[in-house]
Each structure stands twice: as structure tokens, then as C-alpha cells.
């Protein structure tokens, strides 16, 4: 259905691909982008797991009625269904509890209506390919249960219980309440009860934690049936399996407790939308218990943060450095060596033996370092020789970019690495860059004048740029949209821009124009980076899900789905083998680029994640969201190990300082501020009690963390990026108001 | 149901039906409540979205473009019209409990033609500066917002009113308080647009003559101003001072009013502004260049114009004249001549405004000169110092390469490279087949227009300047000029002195008579020195050997031109003239003003140029004073 669905917009698509994909010239564009999509998503292949037989069934069912019947006997022979145990299976789903909807027609009946009103409401952000929510959409569809009005009994009746438990599983039994006040909520909207359940909402919903106001913002708008087409916020929560980790006690003693009081109205809710993960040991507590919810569904399930991630940095190539180096002061000449090595071991510097975390090094296949890149790796090495070692002691100077009449708005700004180049993406679609040292930027001659330079001469770089073009900032058009997005090459030669127009573009930074439109999202892409090595790039937005893309490929290499809203951030891993996103439902991911699958989520965030930022040494992810907190993650053990608090406004910049010692985060508040992060990864105390089960018990210690908060007059801090030689320089727009 | 309508803002179902009847439908009260209803959760729905695209975008405010972006990602038409940044009054009327939108008519016609000043007009630009160093202490104040973005306070709003009365009211002693501090005040950043503005008014004031100088002087403090970042405004400046330099002022047309003054300001302005804030648009230069050219190579100009584009040329240095006044005087020469040669009564004041643009080309081409030889030496020779003995290696030099084109101007080049900026013209520009003109070959062509007028300025030169020009002279006399060396410079440098004698005779009695007179040379410079330099060759090298040798010789060859031999009577009218010009300093103008009544000489045959000496003398007396102190040259950056 879906496919059928989305039929018309790929063709459209690609009719206004053809102009734009410059440089794959005649490079075939008929090829659909959601059946290769399809193949590599590692989530639909991960939906036809044998002991999700549920689902299966509701394929099926799904193929039939289409009359897809080779597909039907495929699918059967390779899933080893007989027809009886799918029926039998058919007849279990419909008839569990619920007496008048018994049998697969009653089944098909939703199918038809869902697949009759899709078309005219809201076409859905997930795009072709992703068939499976629409099947679990089936699945989850709401049942009536219960007599209506007895809903507030239920509720209150587990309510008193959990009340009335010891304090101990008090904490943990509480994480039930705002599941099943949402599922009961929707069951009652769904089954058209429309004043019990306006009565339900008003009674309970304030009992429900603070962090989820936003959601319940959505929840209590929401009052028909018809509403809930095309809402996406839930689609998502009834598709997804809201996850809670309990103790093995205190599961026990609700269970008991429902089956005693013959609850199941709420058993039922439990069974089939939340997934419980039940752990053996002491029940945690409520500050811990706080501390990882407030995800859009809930915490992480414990065995998806088991995955190994090969954390390491890669190996650096080998490089002869000049040491011979004129500006090498003399005095200096005895102590060089010896600081060397000890920077070596530092947290931040790359080590060149193989770090035993590192992956593979061809495990990505990287691009070959061209004669350029050596030369600006050695340029890297020389500047991190005179890199300032920063400390609590010795903190960074901060230099501010202030973008001024920018009454356009300014959304997105970037840093070439070397901090000589600064671009700008705006609200009126155009991208700006700047050349931030006096070198002003020019473009290549025209092919004709080209023709008259002499290509044997030594300056002939220098002289196919044209001189006439020199300026100190050039304007890119092309975007029909803002630019949320922006990110240099590490080479310098590209520009890379994602906009509300659904593409992201990569824009040559030597002739100043525009090379490739990547189509692929269709919705407004929040954000794109370039991988650490370049050629690879990661864009993320509005349709929930992060892409993989090389620059050479018109169509994504990976879709890496799962989020369960708009992907709002996306980051490289320092070894380009991993990519972080942060979305709006509340969580950060971190995807293996190698087979698209999802290795980490850390969940703690109780608002939509606007920064993400690794550590230099790769074992470290920071993020910061809305709620004004920054959280530390090791990506190793998949655990939260730190939480700054400070920031009164949404951090829209996480950046490490170059060796790894101080994490920068500027935010809407006009502020920059300062973190020991040494001294926050160093005092996690990890016993592999902690490491088992990730509840760490986290001690509010900001205060002590925070070695500075900067005040800018009237600019909020859009990016910070840390110079070669740890220079802070922070990024933003004026704003008069 | 009253609690529920509490919650959010609803759409009543009164309003539905008036939208449907509006449309002609009639709804029933149960489809106008779902309606309403299902509206009110759209709205709701759409709010809820919109706040993303508020969020990506950085902002603390919901956008009515955030609001139609969420609109259409939901596949729903957007709403147009609501994008004004203020915000939209909201008014009721009481008869009936309606609310509405105000949309009051505009008038196009007058919003297309309304002089205020638009607001946000001021280019996107990146500002750095080190807010923390150490992660210690707020180095300095966040940068200010040096334009329109920044809404003006009232006390700045104030400063600009008084400021403005200031310099266009009338009194003189206030204005200068007020020209003082805009330039020095350095919290004036958020004004200049204002009184770029300002300044743009000149076109409207052309007939007055007082206040297109105030205004001028707005721009001198402006630009002067060390704490102000022009930006692109520089742009603006420079065109509102070049209509004073070129446009045929509607105050020049009563003689009595002095726009050549206001002309020569500004000339002096604009070199001022170039040399000092011409990197902050690239381009300007040449843009410059262009419109100057434009101006003299345009037949049906004004003479004032002409005027102007000569002075404004002159005050860009030499490089400028050389590359546009120079190539282009032939074509010119003709119409000015026509214009002196023309006695009648009726041309009496055009024929005075010739004479202004006589003198100011002259003064131009000899600066011109001058430089050349300046740089000629002083890339050849290595400097000033020792210059007598340097002579016989800068001979060398010059015969080692002969045909070289003179290298740069040493001193300064505009940070534009003018080559560049030159070729940037694009095709049909005439520059673009510009070669270097030797300096023998522009002295004679030079000469040939203005004969001996031309001699005296270039004889008139401080000695740090005259020697030079000698020595570099010299080894172009050896191939081509039968010149003497540096004892030429000794006769001419004692010019002034014999002017104020008004002693002449003897010395037009000792110089040899030439076969060729000026005109002639004008017709064939190139041969009538390739004639006469056969015979002088071995003469001006045995001069250059023993410089200083004798003043005699020298007259034999300098004043041969200077003086054209029938009349005896012109000459002595020169030098009177020329030795009241040197006594009075610095008073051009007013001698200038006063002279324009004079009738002119009329006895005098035409072709002759010497009889324009006195005109040439009064017009380049301000002129003068700049050469005194290299003005273009030794500017402050």
C-alpha cells in the first residue's frame, strides 16, 4: 500500500532530480529510489523475523488481499508457515479478548478502512520501502475492552496500588502510569468515546510527570477518532512498544496484584503496547528512574546497548613531518621531542598504534588521502605542536563571530577545520561563506580562459583562479527553502546544505556553484554533516530518518530508521564507522554505518535533541536538547555518565575542546559555557554491577563541572568550533529584539 | 462543554457558517459544528508543527512563514499575504462583535516614490571580535551593529536632527562644531546610512552652491572618521561627490558663483576617499576611471564637466592621467581649441571656462610628467641621494635597455592593482590596448599642445623633484632629443627668478632660434627630433659628463621653444604674471574669480599658446599647492 502510495511523489521526484544532479550527468535516473532503499534498510529486514509471527500473519493477509499471491507462497515457504498455523495464529490475534472482532475479517475490515482513508489524510513522513508500520498499524489498533466509563476505575485502582506499595517499588511501578494513561486515553478515542475520555484526561493527566507536557499538549487537542490519522506523534507510539525496565519484584508484585484484582483491561494494554524489561537486583531509584526516562517510548531496552562498538580512532597515516622546520624556535629544539610523546598519550591526540577498540581500518572503505590532504595533515600536526594545552586553569579566549544584519535569520554556520573558512546557511535559502582570513575567495576561470593558461607551470593552482572574482564572501543560491544545515568538506573544496526543500546540496567552494542535488527526504532536512574523511555524508530530517550518502552516489547508501520523530541532529563518529543522530522523540542513536543497524540509544532527554558532539578519542558522545541539559554518554558501555545543568535555553552547539579536556555548549540563552569533561569522565566509578545493568547512579555535580558561562550582548551561540591550536570561536546572529 | 472551550482557542461554529455563506454554501448547525470542530484541531495541529520549523530556524518567535511551512508539509495550501514583520492590528467593531484583520489600501504610487529611508538595507557581514581572553573578562563591549538593523535611539535620533540643522543651517561657527564631532564621534555607527542618505541629496540641492559644500564636508568628516566602517556605503559617497565634480551644476550657470572651487574640493575629496577607503569595494577604481572618461570623451558636456573630470583625473594621481587624460587630449585638444580661438564676445565666458580646463589639464600633465621622471629615477637610480653622481649610471642603465617602459610607481600604487582594474573593463574599453607611453615621446607630445607653458611648470619644480627629472631625461636626449643634461635644470630652475626680474631679453637674444617652431613640432614631434638629434648627440653627452657645466649651453636648447621668437610683447606679460602668482600663495581662487571679467587678448594670433600662460597661471594656483606637498602621494592611510 505503501508503495502504491507513494508511486506519483517518486515520479515527481525525479523529474526534478534530472536538472540538478550536475555532476552524474547522464547517470540513470529511473532508478526507483525506494526499492533500493528497501534492500538496505536494515529495518525491514529486521521486521520479518520468524517470532514476530504476528506480524508476518498481518503481511500475509496484506499480500492477499492485494492478490499478490506468488508473494503470498514465497513468503510462506521461507517464513515455514502452513496454512493452518497461519490461520489459527489469524484467529488468536483478532480473537485475544475481544469477542465480536474474532476472526481475520474483522482484521481485514481495519486494513480496508486504514488503507481507505490514508490517501486523504496527511501522507505519512515515512517513506516507501517502510510498509511495516503500516502493517503494525493493524496490529496496534485499538480494541475495545472495557465498558467505557470503567476506565477511570482501572486507572484508579492501580493508582491506589501503587500508592500503597513499599517506596522502593513505588518508584518503579510509577514509570506504568503515563503509558497507560496515554494507551487507555487513545483506546477511548479510538472506540469514539469522546466524553469519557475528555473526563479520563482531565482527571489524570495531571498526575503525569512534568517532562511529558509536550506530549500531552498534543494529546489533549485530540478528541476524534479521524484525529488520529496522520498524526505522526501517534502512529509512533502506538507502532512502537513503549519500553520500561522494572526489577524482577516489583514486576512480580504488579502482576500479582492485576491478576488478583482481575485487571485486564490494564494487563492487556501492558501485554501488547509496552514492553517490560525486567532485570534481577535492587529496584532503582527514583532520581535514576528520572534521570533515563522521558523519551517518547521510553528507555532503551537493555540488550540494544550490548552491541559492540569499535569506539577507536583509525590508525593516522604515516606522514613524514618536516621537523626541520624554520619557525621551530631554537630554545625549543631540546623539549620538542619529549612534549611530543607526551601529547601522544593525551585524550585527545591519535595514537599511532592500533588502538584495540579501533575497527578494522578498512572495515569503511575510506578515500585515498590525495597529496593535498597529506599536506594539510601535515599543516594539522604543525598547529598541534603550538596547541595551547587548556585546563581549568588555563581556559580557552573565546572569539565571537557575530553575523550582523542578518534580518533574514540565520539558521545554520559551520567552520572549516582549519578555521579559515565560515558558512553561513540562511532563512531566505541562501547559503553565505566567508573567508575569515584575508586570503579572499575566488572562483576557477571559465573554461575558455582556462584554455590559454600554461598547465605545465608550476603556479598553475594559482592561476586558474580568476582574480576578478576575489571577495570576502560569496552568496550560493539554489535552495528553495532554509537552510537548516550546513558543513564543509574536510578538504575545503566542497560545501555541503541541507534545506526545508527537501534536498541537500554540495556546492564546490572553486567555482562557487552548485553540483549535486541529493533528493531523498521529500521533507525539510534538519541536518547534514561530512564524515571525518570526507566523500561520505550524513543528512537527517523531518521524515524520521538519518541517510548515509557518498558524494559520487545520487541515492543513499544506508537509511538508518528508527526514530521515532523528526531526526533533528546528526554526527560522524571521529571514526567515521558510526553516525549519531538525535531526534525529537527524545532520544540520541548511534547507527554502524558498515550494516545500517542501530547499536546504541540512549534515552534522558526530555525535550527534542538540537546538538550532538564526540570526543576527540572517540569513547565519549555529548548532546544537548531543548531542555537546556547537556548529557554525557560513554559509547562504550552505552551509559549515561554525566548530566550538566545550567543552560536555560535550548543548545543549539556541543563542541570538544582539540585534545578532549573542556566541552563548549552555546545555546539560545546568549551564553557560552564551559565543562571540565576530564574531570567528568574521570570520576564515574564503574563496577560491573553498573556496567551490567546501566543504572548509574548520576550525582548532580554541574556546579562543580561548569568552569565558566560566557555572555554574549544579544547573540545566541548558533556553532562553536575549537581552532588547531584550541582557539574558541563561537558563531551567531545579532538580534536586535 | 464550556470547559472545553476554555482549553484552546476555538473557531466558533458562527463563524464557519458566515465563511460557508460567504462561499454560497449553506451548512446545517450539526456539519458547522463538526466543521468548526475538526478546524480547531487542524489549527492546533498545525500550530504544534510550525514550532519546529521555529526551532530549526534558531528563533524564539513563531513566523507566519513557520506556520505555512507546516502548512505545507501537510500538503495544505499556505496562506499568503500575513508576512509583514510588525505585527497585524487586530481590530473590532463594535456594531456588530466583529473582528478583523485590518487591511487598510495602500497607495503604490506613493510608497514606490516615498524618499524615507528603507530600513534593513544594510548587506549581511560576519563581525569578529575576542570576546574572552583566557576565558577571563569581557575584553571590550560586544561590537556594535553599525547600521540599519540596529533601531535608533532616541538620543541618537536626536544627535542626527541637530547634527543635520547643524551643518545645512546657517551658522558657519556651528557647523564647524558639528562637522568636528562627526568626526570624531564614535558612536555614530548606526547613523550612517542616515546621512549617507543625506548626502545623496546633493542632486537636489545643485543650485546652491553653500550647501553642496556643507554636504561635501559632511563626507570629509565622515570618511575622516576613525571609528566608522564604511562598508559599501563608500559606494554611495563617492557617487554623491562625483556629481559635484561632474555634473553641470545648476549653479554654474551664473558666472559669478565659483563651482570650480567646489569641483577641486571635491576632486580632493574623492582622491581622499579612494586612498584611504577604495579596498572596501573592489572595483571602484576603475569604476571611477570609467565615468570620468565617459564625462571627457563626450563632446557635448559642459566645460565644467570637463573640468571636473581633468581634476577629479588629476586628483587620482598620475597613473590615472596618464591612462585616460593622455591617450585622450589629441581628441580633446581639438575642441578646446576651437573653444579659446573663438574671440567673440558671445563666447567670452565659454572661452573662460576653456581656459579653466586649459590650465587644469596643464597642471595635470605636468604632474604627470614629474612623477614619470620621479619614478623613472627612482627605479633606475635607487633614490634621490646622490643623485648628481648617479646620472652617468642612470645613462647606463637606460642605454642598456633601451624602449623599457617606465616600472610602477614606487611610492604608491593604489591597493587596486590598476592593470587588473583595467583590463576588468572588459571589451571596447580603450585601456585595454594601453601600452606605456616613454616619457620623451609624452614630453614631446605634451609640448607640442602646450608649448611653452608647459616648460615653465616643468621648470618650476622643488629641486628634489627637478633634478631627477633631468637625469632621467637625459638619456633620452642622448637618443632622440638634442636636450642639454642637468644644466638644463639649472636655467629652469632659476625661472622664477628671472620672471621677477622680468629680464628676458638677454636671454631670448642668447638662445638660438630653432627652424621649428612649436606648431611644427606638434604636427611631427617624432621627426623633428629625429632630425635635429643627429646633429646634437655627441654635444648633450659631453654635457651630461660635466653636469653643471655651464647655463649658457643650456639655454640653447630650452629656451629654443619657450619663446617664440615674433612676439616680444606676450612673453613679458607672462612673467609679470607669473611672479605675482609667486608671491601670492595659497590665494588662487580669489585672483581667479576676479579674473574671469577680463576680456580677452585678442590681438594675440592663435596657434600661439604662450598668450594663455596668465590664465594657465591663475587657474592652477590651487593646483599648484598640491604639488607642493604630493598630496595624493603622502596621504595618511
Known amino acids: 500500500m505503501a508503495a502504491v502510495q507513494d508511486g506519483p511523489m517518486e515520479l515527481d521526484t525525479e523529474k526534478e532530480t534530472k536538472p540538478e544532479i550536475l555532476s552524474d550527468g547522464s547517470a540513470n535516473l529511473s532508478g526507483n529510489a525506494g526499492s533500493g532503499v528497501l534492500s538496505s534498510s536494515p529495518h525491514a529486514a529486521g521486521a520479518q523475523k520468524p517470532e514476530d509471527q504476528q506480524t508476518l500473519i498481518a503481511v500475509l493477509q496484506f499480500l492477499r488481499r492485494n492478490k499478490l499471491t506468488e508473494s503470498v507462497d514465497i513468503l510462506k515457504r521461507e517464513a515455514g508457515l502452513s496454512d493452518d498455523q497461519e490461520n489459527s495464529k489469524a484467529t488468536d490475534t483478532g480473537g485475544k479478548g475481544d469477542g465480536d472482532a474474532g476472526d481475520a475479517n474483522a482484521l481485514l475490515s481495519r486494513v480496508s478502512i486504514t488503507s481507505a482513508t490514508a490517501p486523504q489524510s496527511a501522507p505519512l513522513p515515512l517513506k516507501s520501502g517502510d510498509d511495516q508500520p503500516d502493517v503494525r498499524v493493524v496490529l496496534s489498533a485499538y480494541s475495545q475492552q472495557g465498558e467505557p466509563p470503567l476506565y477511570k476505575v482501572y486507572y484508579s485502582d492501580l493508582k491506589k496500588f501503587i500508592e500503597s506499595v513499599l517506596d522502593c517499588h513505588r518508584a518503579e511501578l510509577s514509570q506504568l502510569f503515563y503509558p497507560l494513561f496515554v494507551h487507555m486515553y487513545l483506546e477511548l478515542v479510538y472506540n469514539n468515546n469522546e466524553s469519557e475520555a475528555r473526563a479520563f484526561f482531565d482527571k489524570f493527566s495531571g498526575d503525569q510527570e512534568c517532562y511529558y507536557q509536550d506530549d500531552l499538549r498534543v494529546l489533549c487537542g485530540l478528541t476524534k477518532k479521524e484525529h488520529m490519522k496522520g498524526n505522526e506523534t501517534l502512529l509512533d507510539f502506538r507502532t512502537s512498544r513503549f519500553v520500561l525496565r522494572i526489577s524482577r519484584d516489583s514486576y512480580q508484585l504488579l502482576k500479582r496484584h492485576l491478576q488478583e484484582r482481575q485487571n485486564n483491561q490494564i494487563w492487556n494494554i501492558i501485554q501488547e503496547h509496552l514492553y517490560i524489561d525486567i532485570f534481577d537486583g535492587m529496584p532503582r531509584s527514583k532520581s535514576q528512574i528520572d534521570s533515563m526516562s522521558g523519551s517518547l517510548a521510553g528507555e532503551a531496552k537493555r540488550e540494544v546497548n550490548k552491541v559492540k562498538v569499535y569506539y577507536g580512532l583509525l590508525k593516522e597515516p604515516e606522514i613524514e613531518v618536516p621537523l626541520d622546520d624554520e619557525d621551530d624556535e631554537a630554545e625549543n629544539e631540546e623539549g620538542k621531542p619529549k612534549k611530543k610523546k607526551a601529547k601522544k598519550d593525551s585524550l585527545g591526540s591519535k595514537s599511532k598504534k592500533q588502538d584495540p577498540n579501533a575497527p578494522q581500518q578498512n572495515r569503511i572503505p575510506l578515500p585515498e588521502l590525495k597529496d593535498s590532504d597529506k599536506l594539510d595533515k601535515i599543516m594539522y600536526m604543525k598547529e598541534s605542536t603550538k596547541r595551547i594545552r587548556l585546563s581549568p586553569e588555563n581556559l580557552p579566549s573565546i572569539c565571537f563571530y557575530t553575523f550582523l544584519n542578518a534580518y533574514q535569520g540565520l539558521t545554520a554556520v559551520d567552520f572549516t577545520d582549519d578555521s579559515s573558512l565560515l558558512a553561513g546557511g540562511f532563512s531566505d535559502s541562501t547559503v553565505r561563506v566567508w573567508s575569515v582570513t584575508p586570503k579572499k575567495l575566488r572562483k576557477v576561470k571559465s573554461a575558455a580562459e582556462l584554455n590559454l593558461i600554461d598547465k605545465e607551470s608550476d603556479d598553475v593552482l594559482e592561476r586558474i583562479m580568476d582574480e576578478k572574482t576575489a571577495s570576502e564572501s560569496k552568496v550560493l543560491y539554489g535552495h528553495g527553502g532554509p537552510v537548516y544545515g550546513v558543513s564543509f568538506s574536510p578538504d575545503r573544496n566542497y560545501l555541503l546544505s541541507s534545506s526545508e526543500d527537501g534536498t541537500v546540496r554540495l556546492w564546490s567552494l572553486q567555482t562557487f556553484t552548485c553540483l549535486v542535488g541529493y533528493k531523498g527526504h521529500n521533507y525539510p532536512v534538519w541536518d547534514t554533516q561530512f564524515s571525518p574523511f570526507g566523500y561520505y555524508f550524513v543528512s537527517g530530517g523531518h521524515d524520521r530518518v538519518a541517510r548515509l550518502w557518498a558524494t559520487d552516489h545520487y541515492q543513499p547508501l544506508r537509511i538508518f530508521a528508527g526514530h521515532l520523530a523528526d531526526v533533528t541532529c546528526t554526527r560522524f563518529h571521529p571514526n567515521a564507522n558510526y553516525v549519531a543522530t538525535g531526534s525529537s522523540d527524545r532520544t540520541v542513536r548511534l547507527w554502524d554505518v558498515l550494516n545500517g543497524n542501530c547499536v546504541r540509544i540512549f534515552t534522558g532527554h526530555k525535550g527534542p535533541i538540537h546538538s550532538l558532539a564526540f570526543s576527540p578519542n572517540g569513547k565519549f558522545l555529548a548532546s544537548g536538547a531543548t531542555d537546556g541539559r547537556v548529557l554525557l554518554w560513554d559509547i562504550g558501555h552505552g551509559l549515561m555518565i554525566g548530566e550538566l545543568k545550567g543552560h536555560t535555553d535550548t543548545i543549539y552547539s556541543l563542541r570538544f575542546s582539540r585534545d578532549g579536556e573542556i566541552l563548549a555548549s552555546g545555546s539560545m540563552d546568549n551564553t557560552v559555557r564551559l565543562w571540565d569533561a576530564m574531570k567528568a569522565f574521570d570520576d564515574i566509578e564503574m563496577d560491573d554491577f553498573t556496567a551490567a545493568t546501566g543504572h548509574i547512579h548520576l550525582y548532580d555535580n554541574s556546579q562543580e563541572l561548569l568552569l565558566g558561562s560566557y555572555n554574549s550582548k544579544s547573540t545566541s551561540v548558533i556553532h562553536l568550533h575549537f581552532t588547531r591550536r584550541n582557539l574558541l570561536l563561537a558563531a551567531g546572529m545579532y538580534n536586535s529584539q | ?637
Open chain 2, 1 to 637: 462543554t464550556e470547559r472545553e472551550e476554555r482549553r484552546f482557542v476555538e473557531v466558533p461554529r458562527e463563524s464557519i457558517k458566515l465563511m460557508a455563506e460567504n462561499t454560497g454554501v449553506e451548512l446545517s448547525e450539526e456539519v458547522a459544528a463538526l466543521l468548526a470542530e475538526d478546524v480547531c484541531y487542524r489549527l492546533r495541529e498545525a500550530t504544534q508543527n510550525s514550532s519546529q520549523f521555529m526551532r530549526h530556524a534558531k528563533r524564539k518567535k513563531l513566523s507566519v512563514e513557520d506556520f505555512n511551512r507546516a502548512l505545507r508539509c501537510s500538503n495544505t495550501e499556505s496562506i499568503c499575504g500575513y508576512g509583514a514583520q510588525d505585527a497585524l492590528p487586530f481590530r473590532p467593531l463594535k456594531e456588530c462583535e466583529l473582528f478583523f484583520v485590518e487591511d487598510r489600501e495602500i497607495n503604490l504610487v506613493e510608497l514606490a516614490l516615498a524618499t524615507n529611508i528603507p530600513k534593513g538595507c544594510a548587506e549581511t557581514m560576519v563581525r569578529v571580535h575576542v570576546s574572552y581572553l583566557d576565558g577571563k573578562g569581557n575584553l571590550e563591549p560586544q561590537a556594535t551593529v553599525p547600521t540599519a538593523v540596529q533601531s535608533l535611539s532616541d538620543d541618537l535620533l536626536k544627535y542626527y536632527q541637530q547634527v543635520t540643522r547643524a551643518i545645512l543651517g546657517e551658522d558657519p561657527h556651528l557647523m564647524k562644531v558639528a562637522l568636528l564631532d562627526l568626526q570624531y564621534n564614535s558612536k555614530i555607527a548606526a547613523l550612517l546610512p542616515y546621512f549617507v542618505y543625506v548626502i545623496s541629496g546633493v542632486k537636489s540641492v545643485s543650485h546652491d552652491l553653500d550647501q553642496l559644500n556643507r554636504l561635501l564636508h559632511m563626507v570629509k568628516s565622515l570618511v575622516q572618521n576613525p571609528y566608522l566602517y564604511l562598508g559599501s556605503y563608500v559606494r554611495s559617497l563617492v557617487s554623491s561627490v562625483m556629481y559635484c565634480i561632474l555634473e553641470p551644476l545648476a549653479a554654474s550657470i551664473n558666472p559669478l558663483n565659483d563651482h570650480w572651487t567646489l569641483r577641486d574640493y571635491a576632486a580632493l575629496l574623492l582622491s581622499h576617499i579612494f586612498w584611504t577607503h577604495g579596498d572596501l569595494v573592489s572595483g571602484l577604481y576603475h569604476q571611477i576611471l570609467l565615468s570620468l572618461q565617459k564625462v571627457l570623451s563626450d563632446p557635448v558636456r559642459p566645460l565644467c564637466s570637463h573640468y571636473g573630470a581633468v581634476v577629479g583625473l588629476h586628483a587620482l594621481g598620475w597613473k590615472a592621467v596618464e591612462r585616460v587624460l593622455y591617450p585622450h587630449l589629441p581628441a580633446y585638444w581639438a575642441n578646446l581649441q576651437a573653444v579659446l580661438d573663438d574671440y567673440s564676445v558671445s563666447n567670452a565666458q565659454v572661452k573662460a571656462d576653456g581656459h579653466k580646463v586649459y590650465g587644469a589639464i596643464l597642471v595635470a600633465v605636468e604632474r604627470l610628467l614629474k612623477m614619470k621622471a620621479h619614478s623613472l629615477t627612482i627605479a633606475a637610480g635607487g633614490g634621490s641621494a646622490a643623485l648628481e653622481g648617479s646620472v652617468a649610471r642612470t645613462v647606463g642603465f637606460r642605454e642598456s635597455s633601451p624602449g623599457l617602459s617606465p616600472p610602477p610607481e614606487p611610492i604608491s600604487e593604489p591597493p587596486l592593482g590598476i592593470a587588473s582594474h583595467l583590463h576588468a573593463g572588459g571589451a571596447g574599453c580603450p585601456w585595454e590596448d594601453w601600452t606605456p607611453v616613454s616619457l620623451p615621446a609624452m614630453y614631446c607630445e605634451l609640448y607640442s599642445f602646450f608649448g611653452d607653458s608647459l616648460a615653465m611648470r616643468f621648470s618650476t619644480d622643488p629641486p628634489q623633484v627637478g633634478i631627477p627629472t633631468a637625469s632621467s631625461c637625459q638619456p633620452i636626449h642622448n637618443k632622440k632629443e638634442p636636450a642639454s643634461g642637468a644644466t638644463n635644470l639649472e636655467s629652469t630652475r632659476k625661472m622664477p627668478q628671472l620672471t621677477a626680474n622680468m629680464n628676458i631679453s638677454p636671454r631670448q637674444d642668447e638662445s638660438p632660434h630653432t627652424e621649428q617652431p612649436p606648431s611644427l613640432a606638434a604636427t611631427a614631434p617624432g621627426r623633428s627630433f629625429a632630425r635635429s638629434s643627429s646633429s646634437s648627440v655627441s654635444r648633450s653627452r659631453s654635457s651630461s659628463s660635466q653636469a653643471g657645466r655651464s647655463t649658457s649651453q643650456s639655454r640653447e636648447v630650452f629656451p629654443k621653444a619657450r619663446f617664440p621668437p615674433p612676439q616680444a610683447g606676450p612673453p613679458a606679460f607672462t612673467f609679470i604674471i607669473g611672479g605675482r602668482q609667486m608671491g601670492r600663495r595659497c590665494q588662487g581662487r580669489r585672483f581667479q574669480t576676479s579674473f574671469i571679467p577680463t576680456p580677452p587678448l585678442t590681438s594675440l594670433p592663435p596657434r600661439v599658446y604662450a598668450h594663455k600662460l596668465p590664465v594657465i597661471g591663475r587657474v592652477s594656483k590651487p593646483v599648484r599647492r598640491w604639488t607642493a606637498s604630493y598630496y595624493s602621494l603622502y596621504l595618511p592611510f
